[in-house]
């Protein structure tokens, strides 16, 4: 059964830093693109970054410079690094494969998605 359980969030005061988590079971995690996406309340979905099969990296515009994606395929592990957290950034954090490999930016084209986990960036 495919799983994906995110770990890592909490509460941060502004200018601090936080490191996602997203663990998965699948066989064959390192064919898969990884995408970060978060949520504010009962907001749309807002696309975060993400990293193809590949290891190449996409990001929102917002977090250029601050986020950085990685993946570790031996542990089947991809990871959000946030540096310099802003208040915006609070939003329940979650992570999706893509089975075809890549990094959308696009809910729809991610094929199963972790619970997520809650980041809380206070000023």
């Known amino acids: 059964q495919v799983q994906l359980v995110e770990s890592g969030g909490g509460s941060v005061q502004a200018g601090g830093s936080l490191r996602l988590s997203c663990a998965a079971s699948g066989r064959t995690f390192s064919s898969y693109g990884m995408g970060w996406f978060r949520q504010v309340e009962d907001k749309e979905f807002e696309f975060v970054a993400s990293i193809t099969s590949g290891g190449v990296t996409t990001y929102l515009d917002t977090v250029k410079g601050r986020f950085t994606v990685t993946r570790d395929n031996d542990k089947k592990k991809v990871y959000l690094q946030m540096n310099n957290l802003k208040p915006e950034d609070t939003a329940v954090y979650y992570c999706?494969?893509?089975?075809?490999?890549?990094?959308?930016?696009?809910?729809?084209?991610?094929?199963?998605w972790g619970q997520g986990t809650q980041v809380t960036v206070s000023s």
């Open positions: 999706a494969e893509n089975w075809d490999g890549l990094g959308s930016r696009r809910v729809e084209e991610y094929n199963y």
